[in-house]
């Protein structure tokens, strides 16, 4: 057998160590992408970005208890108050007393009672006011006479409730007239314990009886 010579054995040898070092080259590179995975970490994360309000900070979506309530169907409606009839209302005459002294003026004043179970409305201003002083069927004095600057006043009546007007009428014991309203001298009411009744009427409503006084 002929053995090869000097020259063959040197160039195997660069063979072999040219093939070592690429095959140690490739198993560098291999080791270094198992450790790095440069693409793993973008891998996991989601394609797109959270959405951002005006703000710039992240919306979100409303529950449903931030909703403005709706109204409730159930919910019992304010009942409306009407206004009051001749049978809600008992209308009856006031004195500051029922006997007067030579020269003491009656104040007279009216009541009012709500005897429906339920509130009603009227008006019970000056314009809907009426005092009248008889004796017998003769009509002395009557407030709306000479009555100036009437006023309407429209009040709530309580169910069950009576009132009484704030500011009585003063009776200045004379016969009234329209046609004597400028007269300082009308003719004054005879006393001696002369017996009077007065008779008042409001918003429409007249009492069904009438409050005797007595003048002295």
């Not at 009744?197 to 005797?212: D, N, R, S």
Request: hydrophobic share 35%; net charge neutral; charged share 15%.
């Amino acid at each position: 057998m002929v053995r090869p010579s000097a020259a063959v054995y040197r160039r195997r040898r660069v063979v072999l160590l040219g093939g070592l070092i690429l095959l140690l080259a490739a198993i560098g590179v291999g080791v270094w992408l198992v450790i790095a995975q440069p693409w793993a970490q973008g891998a996991d994360q989601p394609t797109s970005s959270p959405t951002t309000s005006a703000s710039g900070t992240p919306s979100s979506t409303p529950s449903s208890d931030a909703e403005s309530p709706s109204p409730d169907p159930t919910a019992p409606a304010t009942p409306t108050i009407v206004a009051c009839t001749a049978k809600d209302v008992e209308v009856a005459a006031v004195t500051d007393a029922e006997t007067y002294a030579a020269g003491v003026l009656p104040k007279l004043s009216i009541s009012l009672t709500n005897k429906s179970a339920t509130d009603c409305t009227m008006d019970v201003g000056s314009t809907t006011q009426t005092f009248t002083v008889m004796s017998g069927s003769d009509v002395w004095w009557r407030s709306t006479d000479c009555q100036e600057n009437p006023s309407s006043m429209i009040v709530t009546l309580k169910a069950g409730a009576t009132v009484t007007s704030k500011d009585p009428v003063t009776w200045d014991r004379t016969r009234s007239s329209v046609e004597t309203c400028a007269q300082e001298n009308r003719q004054r009411a005879p006393g001696g314990g002369a017996s009077y009744h007065v008779e008042v009427a409001i918003g429409g409503f007249t009492g069904l009886t009438t409050k005797q006084i007595l003048l002295y």
